[in-house]
């Protein structure tokens, strides 16, 4: 995925009342980077699930 279709993706999800983790500063520089979005009673236990609660991420409202 482009860092623009992700970008249009986080709009789409944010404007229906999702909820999104930040994108990294590695996408910016054209790394892969990790994405993740859902629905905000959910944010927090599929955050729970993945290494998004590592020190590399900041979650919140992208």
């Known amino acids: 995925m482009s ?3 992700c970008c249009a993706a986080y709009a789409l999800i ?13 996408a ?6 990790g994405v993740l ?3 905000p009673q959910d944010f927090a236990r599929l ?11 900041e979650i919140g409202r992208a």
């Open 14 to 26: 944010d404007a229906a009342g999702g909820r999104t983790a930040p994108i990294g500063a590695q």
């Open 28 to 33: 910016l520089q054209g790394r892969p980077f």
């Open 3 to 5: 860092l623009w279709d």
């Open 37 to 39: 979005a859902s629905m």
């Open 47 to 57: 955050r729970d699930l993945t290494d998004f609660d590592n020190d590399e991420w």
